[in-house]
Each structure stands twice: as C-alpha cells, then as structure tokens.
C-alpha cells in the first residue's frame, strides 16, 4: 500500500461542518500520504453536491438511503488502500500535524490496536472522550433514579474515566468515535464495524474486539481534533437509537441470559426515571402557570412531554432488539 492513512468520513445533513472539516485535513495530515472517502447517506441539504463542486479530490460515495453509520463506514473501509483506517466525524476539525501523530503512534508500537486524539470543544476546552466498558452499575447510575441516592457514583465515575490526566498518553478500554484510527491489519483481524448498530456503541464494541484479538488502544492527547458533537444525529429518534445500541451491545458481549437481565434492569429504571420526570415536570409546569411565569412553564411543560413520549411511545419501541 502507498497510501499511508485512509480518512474515511460518513456525512449525513452537515454540509457546513463538513465542508469546515474537509479544508482542515491537508494541515491535520502534513506530510502524509492520505486519501479521504466521504460516505453520505441520501442527505438533502446538498452534502453530496458540495463535495463533487469543492472537492473534487475527495472520492464520494453517495447513498440513496441512510444505511446508518457503521455501514456507511464500512462502504468507505471497501475501497480504502490506506496503511491506517481513520474514521472520523464531519463536525471535526483536526490541528495541524494531528493526523501524522496518530499514524506515527500506531507505527512505532505493533501492539496498537487503535489510537485516539484529545478531543476538544470549540472553545478550546478537553471533551472526555474515553470510556471504560460499560457496567450495569454504571448504567444504572446513568440512566435510573438510583442516581438521586448516588450509591453507584463510584462506579459510573470508573466508567467515564474521571481519573485520567486528559494530558498524557494512556491505555484506556473504548475511544470515542469521533475520531478512531485503526491499522488496517487490524481491521482484516477482527473485522469491520458491526452493522448491526446502525448508530452509537459501534465504537465501543469494535474497541472491546480488538482488546479481546490482544491488542491495546491508546488515548494520545499530542493530537488535538475540534468536534463539535451532535451534527448528524437524527436529533428527533436519538434517544431510541441509542438506547437500541445499548441494548445490543449489552446482548452480544454479555450473554443472552445476562445481557437479558442487565437490558431489562435498565429498562424498568428508564421507565421509573421517566414516570418520575413526568410528575415533577408537568406539576412544577402547573405551579408556574398559576404564578404566571409562563416561559419557565413551557419549558417544563415540554420536558414533560418527552417524558410522555418515552413512557408511551419510546419505551416501546426498544423493547425488541
């Protein structure tokens, strides 16, 4: 292979934050050898047309239908030629240099499994970006009332990392998907990304496979990456695919009898968690239209009507997976 590193981008309704991303990757590459495949699934805000106008370089792939992210990036990994697969977000914006230090990272260690760069906010600000596997511990913190007693913080703090130095270079089980660079040995090892999780945990559960082929992954903050998070989420069905992700995630590395458990402890704590949300929103809702503070009653009003839409609709909707 010639190439040393394939950036492999799946864009859907983002054309700005692509198109911002696009122009930083010459810097963010240096002096590698790079090709970058854009993946588009069926956007219709002109992503596609946007990339053949302004970069012509960039080789296309446009999808008539969204197929999800994992797919998406498969279809880019079929016709990478790259040493080193990135896949990285649209709404990203890599510093000068910080895709030749991930590549020279995953060069100078064989046992590198994977490697990801600091992330950072627009403002300059580190943005966790690293994540233990997940507990049911953790999970329940995160997702049930159980957080309001704060028995499993410990437990959901291992698992966000909060103990990492976002200075230094470590060993660390899942990086973020925003930005994911993989040799491409690896890759043919354990597989491409699992398209069964059409969007969210396909990060993790293609990290958790390379840690279990022997390899480690490695968090590397000399690269610096902008990411603005959240641009091409399907904002409107987000809280359901994820948590579908979540529950297959759960499925497929722990069991059908304990990942069966873990999914439904999760789901009886959601649906606790919501039917509480729901009687303190829409009554703090009442308290304040009586008082006329109408804007503050609107906006409980309307966290109470997600909450409704969880217990009545979404809840329902993750109960087959």
């Not at 660390?172 to 994911?180: E, K, N, R, S, V």
């Given at each position: 292979?010639n ?9 859907y309704?983002c ?15 240096g ?8 993946v ?14 302004r970069?012509?370089e960039?080789r296309l792939?446009?999808?008539t239908?969204n ?7 498969n ?15 649209p709404?990203?914006?890599p ?41 049911l ?11 309001l007693?704060?028995?499993l ?18 060993d ?9 660079c ?6 043919d ?7 069964r999780?059409f ?10 496979r ?5 390899y480690?992954?490695r968090?590397?903050p ?11 989420a399907?904002?409107a ?10 529950y297959?995630?759960l499925?497929?590395h ?16 959601l649906?606790?968690?919501?039917a ?7 009554s703090?809702?009442?308290?304040l ?10 906006r409980?009003a309307?966290?109470a ?17």
């Open positions: 292979m190439t040393d590193l394939s950036i492999i981008i799946v864009a309704h054309r700005d934050d692509l198109a911002r991303c696009l122009e930083a990757l010459g810097a963010g590459a002096d590698l050898r790079a090709e970058t495949i854009v588009d699934n069926a956007s219709d805000d002109g992503t596609a047309e946007m990339v053949r106008e970069f012509p960039v792939i446009a999808n239908t197929r999800g992210f994992a797919a998406a990036n279809q880019g990994l079929a016709v990478a030629s790259g040493r080193h697969i990135l896949f990285l977000n709404d990203t914006r510093a000068e240099g910080a895709l030749a230090v991930l590549v020279r990272t995953l060069d100078a260690d064989a046992d590198l499994g994977a490697v990801g760069p600091q992330l950072q906010n627009p403002d300059g600000s580190v943005q966790p970006s690293v994540r233990t596997d997940p507990t511990a953790a999970l329940l913190h995160q997702y049930t009332p159980l957080r007693l704060r028995v913080a410990p437990a959901y703090d291992r698992y966000k990392r909060r103990d990492l130095d976002f200075r230094s270079a470590a660390i089980d899942t990086l973020m998907g925003a930005a994911l993989v040799p491409r040995r690896v890759l090892e354990v597989g491409p990304m699992d398209e999780f969007v969210y945990y396909d990060d993790a559960d293609l990290c958790l390379i840690r279990q082929a022997g480690r992954v968090f590397e000399a690269a610096c990456i902008i990411h603005v998070g959240g641009v091409s399907e904002h069905a987000s809280s359901v695919l994820y948590l579908r992700s979540l297959r995630f499925y497929k722990h069991g059908r009898v304990r990942g069966c458990l873990m999914v439904n402890a999760l789901r009886v704590g649906w606790l968690r919501e509480l949300q729901l009687l303190v929103e829409a703090a809702a009442l308290v239209l009586l008082v006329g503070r109408l804007d503050r009653a609107r409980r309307r966290r009507r997600r909450a409704v839409r969880y217990l009545c609709l979404d809840h329902w909707r993750t109960l087959f997976v």
